[in-house]
């Protein structure tokens, strides 16, 4: 990570890739949920960000990365943090969660908290994510430690492919029920 490579790549919210993203999920007709991308905000700083953008092609939530990855000194110097555990209720696959990447790590995020009325706060938890081939075995296990510590459905999106650090994605991207 380097401050000049991420801001050459950072756009605001109603920046040219998220216009792109609900201009397709209007044309479609469907639910996207768009991710991550390095968003820059109004202050300056930047976050990694995703958003869900419903049919109509409107944002109706965005998620800013918790938990940045610190072990490059990178992320976790260089962009800020968020601070909300993000829930849409009314989606076809019902109440939904957004996390990314690194968050998968920390299980307080996902906790299955409930609502005033008792009612779980998700039905699907969704990560996308940029996890290196070395470490695909945590990956699939922590998606599996989400679902079944929560009960819950958990989809995980990863990248595929060599990053321009000529790291390999392997993707292992994955739908996990609550047992597992």
């Known amino acids: 990570f380097n401050s000049g490579a991420l801001e050459n790549y950072a756009q605001p919210r109603d920046g040219e890739l998220v216009t ?12 996207l949920h768009g991710g991550s991308f390095v968003e820059r905000l109004a202050d300056g700083g930047m976050a990694n ?3 869900l ?3 109509a092609g ?3 939530k965005f998620y800013r990365k918790i938990h940045l990855y610190g072990f490059d000194h990178g992320e976790a110097i260089l ?6 555990i993000v829930t849409q209720e009314q989606t076809p696959i019902g109440h939904t969660g957004l996390a990314i990447c ?7 995020i996902a906790r299955n908290y409930l609502l005033p009325n008792q009612a779980p706060a998700y039905d699907v938890l969704l990560y996308v994510a940029n996890w290196p081939e070395r470490r695909n075995h ?36 994955m739908i996990v029920d609550p047992m597992g």
């Not at 599996?144 to 989809?155: D, H, L, M, S």
């Open 79 to 84: 962009l800020n943090r968020g601070t909300e």
């Open 49 to 51: 960000t995703a958003v």
């Open 20 to 31: 792109a993203l609900q201009a397709r999920a209007k044309a479609g007709n469907f639910w």
């Open 58 to 60: 409107e944002i109706v």
């Open 53 to 55: 953008i419903n049919p």
């Open 138 to 173: 945590a990956w699939k296990t922590l998606l599996c430690a989400r679902a079944i510590e929560n009960q819950t459905y958990v989809v995980g999106v990863n990248r595929v492919g060599k990053d321009g650090n000529q790291i390999n994605h392997s993707g292992d991207s």
């Open 102 to 108: 690194y968050d998968l790590r920390f299980p307080e």
